[in-house]
């Protein structure tokens, strides 16, 4: 529990104490926007690396040599806890920034810091929303900045192999920008959290990076469901991680 109080706290402390910095990168933005985009990003990539610590989480990257240099990409990962969003931060090298859930824009001040690092916001029950968001991530990764979908929609609470179906959908944003798909896994978040809610568990999370690939360049029965060839893609990247475990 006292984990749990201590990274409570520091996201409590950090939104309250931020507060003359986000009144700075307001005006940062109005000149320089990818400028403000980089400060924010390293901002948050710092205290989502002090949670960690707090967590006692250590994180094993693979495959960071799949991820493409000098372009904005679409990561495409299985999702189990919070966490897989902090080691997402913390591990790509460039802009990048999560798909959420619309509620998230309830809470004031995270959510001002989550459009500051890139974050868009679908509405899971309304399609015209929801579209106005896929062509927003279009538009983001035209800019140069990444994109990161859990298609599964929610957390997936089976077992990690069980990865529920993919949102098909949500794969349109790599095909209308044409930017290349980065499928990745992700092996231990639930364990430090989600599996004993209220408490932090110390633990080891791997997140693996698979092989780029772009959808029209599947053949035409993948590039039709072109979110189920990823759903496999990555269930075989987990397979294999289990194995090596």
């Known amino acids: 529990m006292l ?12 939104l309250i104490l931020s507060i003359p910095l986000l009144l700075i990168l307001r005006v940062v933005d109005h000149y320089d926007t990818k400028r403000r985009q980089r400060i924010s990003l390293k901002v948050i990539r710092g205290v ?3 949670i960690l610590k707090i967590a006692g989480v250590r994180i094993t990257v693979e495959g ?4 493409p240099q000098g372009q904005a990409v679409m990561y495409v990962g299985n999702h189990r806890g919070y966490f897989d969003i902090l080691t997402g931060y913390v591990t790509v090298p460039d802009l990048m920034g999560f798909v959420a859930k619309k509620e998230m824009l309830r809470y004031p001040l995270l959510r001002t810091w989550m459009k500051y690092v890139n974050c868009l916001f679908l509405d899971r029950k309304n399609i015209k929303e929801g579209l106005k968001t896929i062509l927003a991530a279009i538009a983001q990764i035209k800019e140069g900045v990444s994109v990161w979908i859990f298609p599964e929609g929610t957390r997936n609470e089976n077992g990690l192999l069980d990865l529920l179906e993919f949102h098909e959908g949500s794969m349109k944003i790599a095909e209308k920008s044409g930017c290349p798909i980065v499928p990745v896994a992700i092996k231990g978040t639930a364990e430090i959290f989600e599996e004993h809610i209220p408490f932090i568990r110390p633990g080891r999370v791997v997140i693996r990076y698979g092989e780029p690939f772009y959808i029209k360049e599947l053949e035409p029965s ?11 893609r990555i269930i075989s990247m987990l397979r294999e991680m289990e194995a090596e475990s």
């Open 48 to 50: 989502f690396r002090l």
């Open 222 to 232: 993948k590039r039709k469901f072109s979110g189920a060839y990823t759903r496999e």
């Open 64 to 67: 960071r040599e799949n991820i």
């Open 3 to 14: 984990r749990f109080i201590l990274v409570a706290l520091t996201v409590v402390l950090f």
